[in-house]
């Protein structure tokens, strides 16, 4: 029989142990309060709102056309694409991701005009990556403006839960006065717009993508750590899409400015998130911002000082 001693030990190494699995998830980190943005725009069946972009063999539509499967094997990745333009809004998808060894395994959830900017496109950009030590999945956001793909704007951060075990959400919020990325409506990061940074603030028409695809050579230090298939098929699953924003009607005259031209219900001139409400972040959303970035960020373009001699404008202090 064993002794209070042992007992206790074996209850301390229990503690370590449950302790150590939560961390790798970020699990014993709690998000403050915040106010649900999801909660206030409308969502769309997948079927409705988006098109085959890639990889139809791949594509399950599930519930009658609300969700939907993407699937990554060794013949191919696999996509979607919005079948309206956006020209600011709220997009969001709740996303399951693949459980497993999922090193150069991709999931996207952004937002890009180059079909249409080929030149100078801009993009926005939730990316979701599989890594090859942790086993976890990490949470990259890049931005590109006006064709600015010299300059990649990228943060990373881990998560706080372990999102293959169920839906969570991602969302973008895109305004004239700052890009919000969201994780379960705690912002993770904002990206203001000012005078100084006007060149390279996304400012075309949009569609909004969906995609898993083998990132080897893109995600994995050039190729160190490949997708392993003998772990496929990859499947992330998505629902609960939300599109709200300034819906784009293409210039009937072909020699006419892209500027963007807003509808909903017959409406025009709509923007959703123009609003004073939008304009900046309440205090909640604040401190939900403070803590990602304190507890979880890992890395920042403008704190790599190797990749960047000058700094670009926005990272320097005001």
Request: net charge negative; aromatic share 12%.
């Amino acid at each position: 029989m064993a002794s209070a001693q042992e007992r206790l030990l074996l209850l301390s190494l229990l503690i370590f142990f449950m302790i150590s699995a939560a961390s790798s998830h970020g699990a014993i980190y709690k998000p403050p309060l915040v106010p649900s943005l999801t909660d206030r725009f409308n969502r769309v069946a997948v079927n409705q709102g988006y098109s085959e972009f890639f990889g139809h063999s791949n594509i399950r539509l599930l519930n009658n056309g609300s969700n939907a499967d993407l699937i990554l094997n060794k013949s191919s990745g696999s996509g979607l694409v919005s079948r309206n333009k956006y020209h600011h809004g709220f997009f969001n998808a709740a996303i399951k991701l693949p459980s497993g060894f999922t090193s150069g395994v991709v999931i996207a959830f952004y937002l890009s005009n180059a079909d249409l900017f080929p030149h100078n496109h801009d993009e926005i950009d939730i990316e979701l990556l599989g890594h090859e030590k942790r086993r976890d999945w990490v949470l990259q956001t890049n931005i590109y403006g006006n064709g600015s793909v010299h300059t990649g704007r990228e943060e990373k951060l881990y998560l706080w839960f372990d999102p293959t075990q169920e839906f969570h959400q991602y969302s973008i919020l895109w305004n004239s006065h700052h890009i919000v990325f969201l994780v379960d409506n705690v912002p993770v990061r904002e990206f203001a717009y000012n005078s100084a940074i006007s060149g390279v603030y996304p400012s075309k028409p949009m569609s909004v993508y969906a995609t898993i695809w083998d990132a080897s050579e893109w995600a994995t230090h050039g190729g160190k750590y490949p997708v392993n298939y003998q772990y496929a098929p990859y499947v992330v699953s998505l629902g609960e899409m939300e599109m709200e924003g300034c819906v784009w009607q293409q210039p009937k005259d072909s020699s006419s400015s892209a500027a963007a031209s807003c509808s909903r219900s017959g409406l025009s001139s709509f923007d959703p998130v123009e609003g004073e409400e939008f304009a900046k972040l309440s205090q909640e959303q604040i401190n939900g911002l403070e803590w990602a970035r304190k507890k979880l960020m890992f890395y920042s373009y403008c704190k790599d000082t190797s990749r960047y001699k000058v700094l670009p404008p926005e990272c320097k202090p005001s």
